[in-house]
Nanobody, 122 residues
Framework: QVQVVESGGGLVQPGGSLRLSCAAS????????MGWYRQAPGKQRAVVAS???????NYADSVKGRFTISRDNAKNTVYLQMTSLKPEDTAVYYC????????????????WGQGTQVTVSS
């Protein structure tokens, strides 16, 4: 089994910053990619940023220049540094990991964390 746990959410004023962390643990052989998604009330879950094992990154247009995703492969951890936060960034942020497990090397599995709330409000 693989566990994915996010941390670092909270309440922040517009223009402020937050750093989210996500750690994967368990029967991990390798992690192909990790990403952050968010879901606001009444909206579908959408990708925010992703990063491959080699460090290639992609960002949603709405967060380019404000958010930075990074990864510590040795710790199976991914971070999301969020700056210049806006009220429209308010959402539950979920971490996703695409994992090859030690039990089945022939394919990958997608694992999700439980989510962490980010609220941007004055």
């Amino acid at each position: 089994q693989v566990q994915v746990v996010e941390s670092g959410g909270g309440l922040v004023q517009p223009g402020g910053s937050l750093r989210l962390s996500c750690a994967a643990s368990g029967s991990i052989f390798s992690i192909n990619a990790m990403g952050w998604y968010r879901q606001a009330p009444g909206k579908q879950r959408a990708v925010v940023a992703s990063i491959t094992s080699s460090g290639s990154t992609n960002y949603a247009d709405s967060v380019k220049g404000r958010f930075t995703i990074s990864r510590d492969n040795a710790k199976n951890t991914v971070y999301l540094q969020m700056t210049s936060l806006k009220p429209e960034d308010t959402a539950v942020y979920y971490c996703n990991a695409i994992v090859t497990t030690t039990h089945q090397l022939s394919r990958t599995f997608s694992y999700w964390g439980q989510g962490t709330q980010v609220t941007v409000s004055s």
